[in-house]
Nanobody, 127 residues
Framework: QSQPVESGGGSVHSGGSLRLSCKTS????????IGWFRQAPGKQREGFSC????????MYADSVTGRFTISRDNDKNTVYLELNNLKPDDTATYYC????????????????????WGRGTEVTVSS
């Protein structure tokens, strides 16, 4: 498939953890920056984490810094997002997306930089 596929969402209590996965058979993910985005009900989609292809640099929004970790397993062609110390405000549909250009330096949290989007996985955090 051309679109990446997210998995690993679920329902947890505050303080809980989840691990999301992003896979695709079309792209070799270590050639592209990967971004994670989320969209809460009634809100715009926002980028909060990304991982570059060239130097494995990462970027996080302030809202998730210290709680979420992005990583990549090249052997499995999978990008992961570890979500720790989850809060009710983290409730959203989580999407991964693939950079519109291969092998760029760094990564960005802007939706405009990504071409291929998954359908999302739901994360619900209850208090």
């Amino acid at each position: 498939q051309s679109q990446p596929v997210e998995s690993g969402g679920g329902s947890v209590h505050s303080g809980g953890s989840l691990r999301l996965s992003c896979k695709t058979s079309r792209f070799t993910l270590n050639y592209y920056a990967i971004g994670w985005f989320r969209q809460a009900p009634g809100k715009q989609r926002e980028g909060f984490s990304c991982l570059s292809s060239k130097d494995d640099s990462t970027m996080y929004a302030d809202s998730v810094t210290g709680r979420f970790t992005i990583s990549r397993d090249n052997d499995k062609n999978t990008v992961y997002l570890e979500l720790n110390n989850l809060k009710p405000d983290d409730t959203a549909t989580y999407y991964c997306a693939i950079d519109r250009q291969a092998a760029r330096s760094g990564c960005a949290l802007s939706l405009m930089e990504y071409n291929y989007w998954g359908r999302g996985t739901e994360v619900t955090v209850s208090s």
